[in-house]
């Protein structure tokens, strides 16, 4: 195989905690948001093994904030969205399918509400701000919108919550899934959130003051050594069988957010005007043509790095697996697959051919675990 550099410029952003984790042993990154995001310390097995058992600390500030301020911020935020945040409250967070006038998906991002008129849209990999920038000018909003230098770092594991307690005292175990609170730092104070992308538990620290932030990390490493804490990132195993989805690889603008299993998350029987309502009225009546599912494979390994296509028995594409990798706990594949109906049936069987190889495969419902 070739072997080549992707060359650093001002334009791929690296993070404040990339000296750090370039130190601790990271040995690959992905691009997110424009930024370094790390892939992997070492075996993503071995990473995947330790987060389920103890903690780790991630450099994720490749989630950046689209801050979104001012008398029309919350008639914006709504316009953005299919979930209804008409009753939301300050100190929580809401995971938000930002769709386009067709219903595409645009982003899902974890919204927070910071005061009445401030907020934040922590968003996956697009450019949100572009979007909320063209709708508010259109609309003529009142409303300011940035990108402030906010790094989140997260800290995830069942150990997490012991480590935390024991550098910011017992209020930080208490506080519930997808709430955030001030927690005080060294004489600052730190946004921290019971949330994070995986299911072993955790929490978020957006991350204001860098100077602060930094000792935080280091003391986390600290504090950390009898918790057995380690540098890591989101775990590509780990969060397949979690069914957390990854936009741009499980779902981009072609899909809508019921496509995307994300029904949950749609309130079209709600007051509130957003953008792609009727688009989604439409889709709830009519149904949908394809759906993503939860894919079983009997091949021992995978590599995704571009969509791959899946057959029927008589050879008719069915669908396309979109992310997958080696589960040690099925001990097979598991991916996620865009699947059109008729095909979502759990005990439905498929062919697929990965790097040459030819293996067969199940349909299953998402989370697997
Ligand atoms: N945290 C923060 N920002 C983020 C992510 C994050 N931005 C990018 C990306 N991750 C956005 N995508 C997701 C997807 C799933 C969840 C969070 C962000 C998630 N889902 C929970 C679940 O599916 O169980 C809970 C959702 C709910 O029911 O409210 O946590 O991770 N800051």
């Known amino acids: 195989m ?26 690959s990154y992905t691009i997110y948001n424009h930024m370094l995001l790390p892939a992997s310390f070492g075996s993503l097995e071995d990473s995947y093994h330790h987060l389920k058992e103890h903690v780790q600390v991630w450099d994720v500030a490749a989630e950046r ?9 919350s008639k914006l935020v709504q316009l953005m969205t299919c979930r209804d945040l008409s009753k939301s409250k300050i100190g929580r967070c809401y995971y938000c399918p930002i769709i386009d006038e067709n219903g595409g998906m645009i982003n899902d991002p974890v919204v927070l509400k ?4 401030k907020w934040w849209i922590s968003i996956a990999d697009s450019d949100v701000i572009l979007f909320a920038k063209g ?6 909003f009142n409303v300011k919108i940035t990108e402030p230098d906010v790094n989140i770092m997260a800290v995830q594991g069942p150990k997490s919550f012991g480590l935390m ?3 910011f005292g017992k209020k930080i175990a208490e506080m519930k899934f997808f709430g955030f609170d001030y927690f005080e730092f060294g004489g600052d104070k730190h946004l921290i959130a019971r949330s994070g992308w995986s299911k072993q538990g955790g929490y978020e620290i957006y991350v204001e003051n860098t100077k602060s932030g930094l000792q935080l990390y280091d003391k986390l490493f600290e504090d950390g050594k009898e918790f057995n804490v380690k540098p890591g990132c989101p775990n590509l ?3 397949i069988e979690s069914g957390l989805l990854s936009y741009g690889n499980d779902m981009d603008n072609s899909d809508n957010p019921y496509e995307c299993g994300l029904d949950k998350y749609v309130n079209i029987d709600s007051n509130v005007d957003f953008l792609g309502k009727e688009e989604l009225i439409k889709y709830n009546k009519n149904g949908i043509k394809k759906k993503l599912m939860g894919v079983k494979i009997d091949i021992d390994n995978i590599s995704i790095s571009e969509t791959i296509k899946i057959f029927d028995s008589n ?5 396309e697996l979109r992310s997958g990798v080696y589960s040690p706990h099925f001990k097979k594949v598991i991916g996620i697959a865009m699947l059109k109906d008729l095909n979502w049936d759990k005990s439905s069987k498929f062919k697929i ?8 495969g199940t349909v299953c419902d998402l989370p697997f675990i």
């Open 2 to 27: 070739k072997k080549f550099n992707i060359a650093k410029s001002r334009r791929l952003r690296s993070t404040p905690y990339s000296s750090r984790i370039e130190d601790q042993g990271v040995t």
């Open 65 to 73: 904030q689209v801050e979104i301020s001012g008398k029309d911020s």
């Open 114 to 117: 910071i005061k009445e008129d």
């Open 135 to 140: 709708l508010a000018i259109g609309k003529g």
């Open 165 to 167: 307690e024991k550098i």
């Open 237 to 239: 195993i780990e969060r």
């Open 315 to 319: 050879n008719k594409a069915i669908g």
């Open 353 to 360: 051919n990965i790097n040459g190889k030819s293996a067969n």
